[in-house]
């Protein structure tokens, strides 16, 4: 079992995976590269209607999970059980009755029939007990309130209470609708995400890690407390093609948090700058959690805008992390690595500047109009044709050769977009042939292969929270119960802008205690964000700041999964772990409030170049004032005074209320002053 599996192993609640060999890992293979395939057709050729598209990628999650989860810890994890392989092929005879009776089903709608009404129960049943499986019980525990709330909820007093749905009402809505199992967040996952995903797993596959490890290790490895810099470094660059915060740890920690414990740092500061680093993948781009291709959708808006909106705010999220480091290691006197064994980044670049490559062509078919999936097929195919292409250059004797191969490439790479689907899978068969002719050339399809297959697995726990999640929108949907809550915040907001975002946030951080990022967004953005956007909060700016703080739920404790999957790296207390990340990330909370206060910080309503200026520049001091005060670290160790000052002049400059701009950066000269002279007058006497 490799290192991320166990790890995964140490911190999963109930996820633990079985470990198969012979038949049944090659059976359970076939079928991940299958669901793989299959979702790659579906991108390029659209053979199904939504609804069944969305039914079968269900399907797909539903059988994998049955084979690679057991129904508890203690099951023996070398076989899959009868019981398993039952309900792995009763999840696809579910769904193919959406395939086989897809007419009859809209023509019947709101009226089902009593086998419809069996299908419905059996499929969310199984959804349920697929999540309980792989994400644990709080989730399910959560949805099933709301299902019994749909069921019940006329039996509640007062405002509470809806007008009451029969059984048949709530099985239709969310087995058969579009608005409930089969809903907007599994359409995103059968869609962008799976092949954003897929897309991740590629670059992982073709040394991506290992190349950003370089790059990290060359640029701060040597600088004051170089070790924890490459964790915030490695970690943003991977969070650029990961999007997924556990799974950010469980790879870059696996070297990241050895390395700054060698280097002085604590296993649980370890496990915290490794925590904080690697949640902030979700909200940098340009492949984002799948929580934003969710919003993407919900909005109605292309994918861009959301990125545009993340940029500056994902950048804050890494200054701080970086910030909070530097100071530690300044407090506690933390060297970095020595020169001469940081690897050359340059060289490392210029060795495998191909796996870059797809991420630029990501980046600028997003910023130029091409749909998400149009654009992830493309990084797909220009990913598959460079790592081909990089292996049959490798063989080529002849240096002239190689560059007419490679200007060759390059010229297919350059046309990739006008060509279409079928003389790209045309370049890519020829590509495939030769690498079986040369040397080295089968291991790189085998690596292409296991990226299918690993793409398919990564994409279970994303995919059963997208459809588990369709409960809370069906029944919130159905019943109407999410204008209780925000009416509520529309209450408090008539006196305070300030308490109702406080609350939003509040109810942000307690979810994500217990759920995943997706359905803590999915709950959060339909209850309070529409009440944000009443009380004056731009549409984009309140669904961003749901989402910023349902990431940062996913560092505080007592459920805190970054936490616990760094705990299973650095041997540490997750406890601890979460605790020491929040206080790293405390900097990071204040960027969600400037970005409501002023927009210009998402770049939203066409702002100047000088209000973006200004707005980052305020940020950049606030972070930098809250993180000293909560390490007590600048160029010498604070005061309690200074503490307290410093604090309170980056309160002010996020306060944004009149004169308190002024006032914070008044307080922030005379901290910034007292601070060098004070530390200026020791100097001279330590001498």
């Not at 002023?598 to 170049?609: E, R, T």
Request: charged letters at 10%; aromatic letters at 12%; a positive charge.
């Amino acid at each position: 079992m490799s290192a991320p599996e166990q790890a995964q192993e140490a911190f999963s609640e109930h996820g633990v995976q079985r470990r198969l060999g012979g038949t049944a890992l090659l059976v359970l293979s076939a079928i991940a590269l299958t669901f793989s395939i299959y979702q790659l057709v579906v991108a390029a050729f659209h053979p199904f209607s939504s609804l069944v598209t969305r039914a079968f990628h269900v399907g797909f999650l539903l059988a994998l999970t049955f084979l690679l989860y057991p129904a508890y810890k203690q099951a023996k994890l070398s076989k899959v059980g009868a019981g398993d392989t039952v309900l792995a092929l009763a999840a696809f005879a579910l769904v193919s009755y959406q395939w086989l009776f897809e007419g009859d089903l809209i023509q019947r709608a709101g009226d089902p029939t009593t086998l419809d009404l069996v299908v419905g129960t059996a499929l969310v049943v199984l959804v349920f007990e697929a999540s309980r499986r792989i994400l644990g019980l709080a989730l399910p525990l959560v949805c099933a309130t709301f299902l019994l709330y749909g069921l019940f909820g006329q039996y509640l007093p007062g405002d509470l209470a809806h007008r009451g749905y029969a059984f048949s009402q709530i099985v239709d809505q969310l087995g058969f609708g579009t608005e409930g199992i089969f809903g907007i967040p599994t359409m995103v996952s059968a869609t962008f995400i799976f092949l954003f995903i897929l897309f991740g797993s590629f670059l992982e596959h073709a040394g991506m890690i290992n190349l950003f490890n370089s790059i990290a290790l060359g640029f701060v490895g040597h600088t004051r407390g170089g070790a924890a810099k490459v964790s915030v470094v490695s970690s943003a660059l991977m969070g650029t093609i990961s999007g997924s915060g556990v799974a950010n740890v469980l790879t870059t920690g696996q070297f990241t948090i050895p390395l700054m414990k060698r280097f002085g740092y604590s296993g649980t500061f370890a496990g915290a700058v490794e925590a904080t680093s690697s949640m902030g993948g979700q909200i940098m781009p340009p492949v984002m959690g799948a929580v934003a291709f969710i919003m993407a959708e919900n909005l109605n808006v292309p994918y861009a805008e959301i990125v545009k909106a993340a940029a500056i705010p994902a950048i804050l999220y890494y200054v701080t992390a970086f910030w909070m480091v530097h100071l530690e290691a300044g407090r506690k006197q933390l060297l970095g690595l020595p020169k001469d064994q940081c690897p050359n980044p340059w060289r490392a670049m210029r060795e495998q500047w191909y796996l870059i490559l797809p991420l630029a062509a990501l980046v600028f078919m997003l910023f130029n109009g091409f749909t998400p999936m149009y654009s992830g097929m493309t990084g797909l195919a220009l990913t598959a044709i460079l790592i081909l292409g990089a292996t049959v250059a490798a063989r080529l004797s002849a240096m002239a050769f190689r560059y007419v191969f490679w200007i060759a490439i390059g010229l297919a790479c350059a046309t990739l977009v006008e060509w279409g689907v079928y003389p790209v899978l045309a370049v890519i068969g020829v590509l495939m042939v030769l690498c079986l002719s040369v040397k080295g050339g089968r291991h790189t399809l085998k690596i292409l292969r296991d990226s299918l297959i690993d793409g398919a697995k990564q994409a279970l726990p994303v995919g059963m929270a997208c459809a588990i999640v369709g409960v809370i929108i069906g029944v919130l949907t159905l019943t109407g119960a999410a204008s209780n809550f925000a009416g509520f915040i529309l209450k408090v907001g008539e006196n305070s802008l300030f308490l109702s975002l406080f609350l939003t946030m509040l109810v942000c951080l307690v979810l994500g205690m217990g759920i995943p990022t997706i359905p803590n967004y999915i709950i959060t953005s339909a209850i309070a964000a529409p009440a944000l956007l009443q009380l004056g909060v731009p549409l984009i700016v309140s669904h961003m700041f749901v989402f910023y703080f349902g990431i940062m739920a996913d560092l505080t404790p007592p459920v805190a999964l970054a936490a616990f999957a760094a705990s299973s790296i650095a041997k540490e207390s997750p406890m601890k772990i979460g605790f020491k990340a929040v206080s790293i990330a405390i900097a990071g909370f204040v960027v969600p409030y400037m970005a409501v206060y002023d927009n210009a910080l998402m770049l939203q309503g066409d702002p100047s170049v000088l209000a973006v200026a200004y707005i980052v520049g305020k940020a950049l001091l606030a972070i930098g004032l809250w993180g000293a005060a909560a390490i007590g670290y600048l160029r010498a160790p604070l005061a309690w005074w200074e503490r307290i000052l410093a604090a309170t002049g980056a309160f002010m400059l996020v306060a944004a209320i009149p004169l308190t701009d002024e006032i914070g950066f008044a307080i922030c000269a005379a901290f910034l002053a007292s601070h060098w002279l004070r530390t200026r007058r020791k100097k001279p006497a330590g001498a």
